[in-house]
Each structure stands twice: as structure tokens, then as C-alpha cells.
């Protein structure tokens, strides 16, 4: 899959390895006992082997640990498991026993479960516990459908099968991990699918999966190899934890959304205020010009300023006129264009102050 095409989810848990990929082998023990009838299965989870160890792989108290799970695995990759299937077998072990494709999605089940642990807190904000995770994945129907053989071994008990996985996610889990999907900005569950390779109809997704099967020599157990690896857990992952983490994402956005008005609120409030002093400012220099000019004015011998009254007049009109045009290409907000238009006057009447205090007592040279 392309990577502009990977959600968040696998985004956190892939990434190549420097040096060559691992393959990991898992060991899964699935218990069946017939007890009245009903059949009850016990999971024991194990990591038994790594090779061709690639980054994030390491050793903690004897037991080899992958920090990256899906990510790290080629598509040749296979992830093990294996599982009772009673004593004796009562028929030849095939692509179709129920206890290969049980071992199989056990597989995939515990694999969606490591991926939504170790991303949940980068893609959702926080942890999901695994207790959580299985409750959801018993929710979940997995279907092995169309199974055949694919290749087999006279030499061998191992056969290579192929089939249709179909997975059947009820409608509440499509429907929230399509809004966290939509919260997220990626794409919706349908086109997932799609870049996924599998098929939707309704609430049902079907993709093609590979795995073998081989019985252990006494025959008590069979092991089921899962081939291309991360397919189906990094789809399965991708809904499954859309809706477990839903309304942790959705809180985290409707706060994200509250900070972001907040601030816009902040901002505002700042802007008028500043405007409020940018005019304050302006009106205190236009009064006091204003009272130069009239000083000025006063101060010019009556006979003076009949003479020079009419070219008084039409300045006013002039610089009026001229401030308003200026205020008008300034800005379209008002508190701002009054603040333009009040320094225009002020600046036009000091400089028509300078000139008229040639007609002032003392000062003879006119114009």
C-alpha cells in the first residue's frame, strides 16, 4: 500500500527495518476441551523465535520482544500459531479443518490486539487496554470462506491453503470509526478498504488470505502459518480502533475546537482594544493640533484675517474632503478609518498652522 494511502494507526506501528526485515514466529496454543457439548479455547500468548533481527527488535529477561510488530514485515512474512485439535484427529488434516483456520484467526485477533495497544496513544490520544480490545474483538465475526489448497508437499504434512476472509464488524464500530476517521482527516472505512484490497457489502469485508497448516508428528496439534502478515490485522486495526478510540478523539477535537475560538475570542478582544487606543491616540493629537491652529489663528490682526478668510474657508473644505479619502483607502473597518481620517486633519493642521503664523502679531512677511 502506497504511503500517502496508510492511516494513522499503521503509520505509528510500521517502518522499515535498517538492515533487512524479521520474520516473526508467534506460537499460539489454542485448548479445546468438549465439555457438555460446548467447546471452550484458552489463548497462550508466546514469542518463540526471531530472525534476521532488523530495527526495533530486542531482549528483555530471555524473551525476544518486537517493538515495530506489523511494520516489519515483508510480504513474505508469516506469523506461526498452533492449536490443540484433540486426540485422535479422526480424519486427515486438510485446508478446511476447523482447527487450522481457528489457529489462523487467533492469529489475527492477537495481532490487532498488539497493534491497537502499542499506537493507541499516538493515534487516539491515549492508552487502550487489551482487556478493552479483546471485549471488542469478541464483537467481531471472522469467517475462513472458499478455502483450497494451493500447493502441497508429498514429502510433507504441511499444506498451503488460500481463501476468502470475510470479517463482519457490527454497524456501531463502521459508524464510529468513520467519524474518527473523518476527525482524523483521512479516508472513510469504504475507500480503506478499497487501498486495503478487500471487498465491502454492508457491515462485511472480505480479502484474500494465505496460510498452512501441518499437524505435529503425534498429531495432537496442528500449526497454522498466517502469510502476508500485516494485510488483514492492519485493516482489522485501522475500524476496530476508530471505535474504541471515537470518543477520545472527539473530545480531544472538540477541545482543540474550544482552544481554537478561545484564542480567536482572545485575538479579537486584543485587536479592538489596540484599535480603541489607536484612536484614542489619534483624537488626542487632532484636539490638540486643533487648538494650535485655532490659537494661531487668533492671534492674526483682524484686518489680516479678513483678507486671508475665503483661502481659510477652502482649505477646511479641501483637507476635509482629503482626509475622508484617505480614511476610505485606509481600511474598512470604522474604528480605523476614523483613527486615519483624525491624524490626516491633524497633520494637515499643523502644517497649515506653520503658515499662518506668518500672519501673526510680530511676523509681517505674509505669505
Not at 17 to 42: F, K, M, N, P, V
Not at 60 to 83: I, N, Q, Y
Request: glycine share 8%.
Amino acid at each position: 500500500m502506497p504511503d500517502r494511502l496508510i492511516d494513522p494507526l499503521r503509520r505509528h506501528i510500521g517502518g522499515q527495518a535498517a538492515g533487512g526485515y524479521g520474520s516473526l514466529l508467534r506460537r499460539l496454543s489454542l485448548d479445546r476441551q468438549i465439555q457438555h457439548g460446548t467447546e471452550h479455547r484458552t489463548d497462550l500468548h508466546n514469542f518463540i523465535t526471531v530472525t534476521r533481527l532488523g530495527r526495533g527488535v530486542f531482549k528483555k529477561t530471555g524473551v525476544m520482544m518486537v517493538r515495530s510488530v506489523v511494520g516489519l514485515l515483508l510480504a513474505s512474512a508469516c506469523l506461526a500459531g498452533c492449536g490443540n485439535v484433540g486426540s485422535p484427529f479422526g480424519e486427515k488434516l486438510s485446508c478446511s479443518s476447523a482447527a487450522g483456520q481457528d489457529t489462523t484467526i487467533s492469529i489475527i485477533k492477537d495481532e490487532v490486539e498488539k497493534t491497537i495497544f502499542a499506537g493507541s496513544q499516538e493515534a487516539y490520544g491515549a492508552v487502550i487496554s487489551k482487556s478493552k480490545i479483546r471485549a471488542a474483538l469478541d464483537q467481531i465475526k471472522f469467517l475462513i470462506e472458499d478455502v483450497r489448497t494451493s500447493k502441497e508437499d508429498p514429502n510433507s504434512t504441511k499444506k498451503f491453503c488460500t481463501g476468502k476472509l470475510k470479517i463482519v464488524f457490527p454497524d456501531a464500530m463502521i459508524t464510529d470509526a468513520d467519524k474518527t476517521r473523518e476527525l482524523q482527516g483521512v479516508n472513510k472505512v469504504s475507500e480503506l478498504a478499497d487501498n486495503s484490497g478487500a471487498e465491502r457489502e454492508a457491515n462485511a469485508f472480505t480479502m484474500d488470505i494465505d496460510f498452512n497448516v501441518q499437524p505435529t508428528d503425534d498429531g495432537e496439534k496442528v500449526y497454522s502459518e498466517l502469510e502476508n502478515a500485516d494485510a488483514a490485522p492492519t485493516f482489522v486495526s485501522a475500524i476496530l480502533g476508530g471505535h474504541l478510540g471515537y470518543k477520545m478523539v472527539q473530545q480531544s477535537h472538540q477541545q482543540e475546537q474550544q482552544q481554537t475560538q478561545l484564542a480567536e475570542q482572545q485575538e479579537q478582544a486584543a485587536l479592538t482594544e489596540q484599535k480603541q487606543a489607536t484612536l484614542g491616540e489619534a483624537k488626542a493629537e487632532f484636539d490638540l493640533s486643533t487648538q494650535t491652529i485655532n490659537a494661531i489663528w487668533g492671534s492674526i490682526p483682524s484686518d489680516q484675517r479678513d483678507q486671508i478668510l475665503s483661502l481659510q474657508r477652502a482649505w477646511i473644505k479641501k483637507k476635509t474632503a482629503d482626509c475622508k479619502v484617505e480614511a476610505a483607502q485606509a481600511s474598512l473597518d470604522p474604528a480605523e478609518r476614523e483613527s486615519t481620517r483624525l491624524r490626516c486633519e491633524a497633520r494637515m493642521n499643523n502644517e497649515r498652522s506653520g503658515q499662518l503664523r506668518r500672519f501673526t502679531y510680530g511676523n509681517d512677511t505674509g505669505y
